[in-house]
């Protein structure tokens, strides 16, 4: 019996620790030791409780981008990444395309969805691929890649392309 209160109790403290309410101050440390956190702000990866920045914190390269190329739509909301390579951002806009940029506000992947990805982002030999090959398909996404390019038709196929335009491999 004995035995049972003794897991009863050792039970009921790790629950109350996973929910950060532990009774002792030694099960506090480790939350005290983690990084600070910080105000949302465009530089500030999103989280529940530090939701995507507004549209207005995009910075102005990335605003100047979608004006130019995803006319009609704006920013709903900006989401961003600090790694090793910088903050890299990723835009959501109106219609649901979401794009991600690199540390240098390049685009790194345009995801329309079900829409078609405009044709200026697509490599002449990606697209005389699919062309020739998927007729009655669009090219819904596309990603660059170290390898080259992966791009996502609207019939449920995925292509990897070299950097030359050449097809590596089909997943379905």
Not at 37 to 58: L, R, S
Not at 83 to 99: C, K
Not at 109 to 130: G, L, T
Request: net charge negative; proline share 9%.
């Amino acid at each position: 019996m004995k035995t049972i209160l003794q897991i009863a109790c050792a039970t009921a403290l790790l629950a109350l620790s996973a929910c950060g309410n532990s009774p002792t101050p030694a099960a506090q440390a480790p939350a005290q030791q983690q990084a600070p956190e910080t105000t949302q702000t465009a530089q500030t990866a999103p989280t529940p409780m530090n939701p995507p920045a507004p549209a207005a914190q995009a910075p102005q390269q990335i605003t100047d981008f979608v004006a130019q190329n995803f006319s009609g739509r704006n920013i709903s909301f900006i989401e961003n990444d600090v790694n090793r390579a910088g903050v890299q951002f990723e835009a959501t806009l109106s219609d649901g395309t979401e794009i991600d940029f690199d540390a240098n506000h390049n685009w790194d992947k345009i995801d329309c969805k079900v829409n078609p990805v405009p044709d200026k982002f697509i490599p002449q030999a990606i697209a005389a691929h699919v062309k020739a090959n998927y007729p009655a398909a669009a090219i819904t996404k596309i990603d660059k890649e170290p390898y080259g390019y992966e791009i996502e038709l609207n019939n449920g196929l995925d292509l990897k392309f070299n950097p030359q335009g050449q097809l590596v491999t089909i997943d379905d």
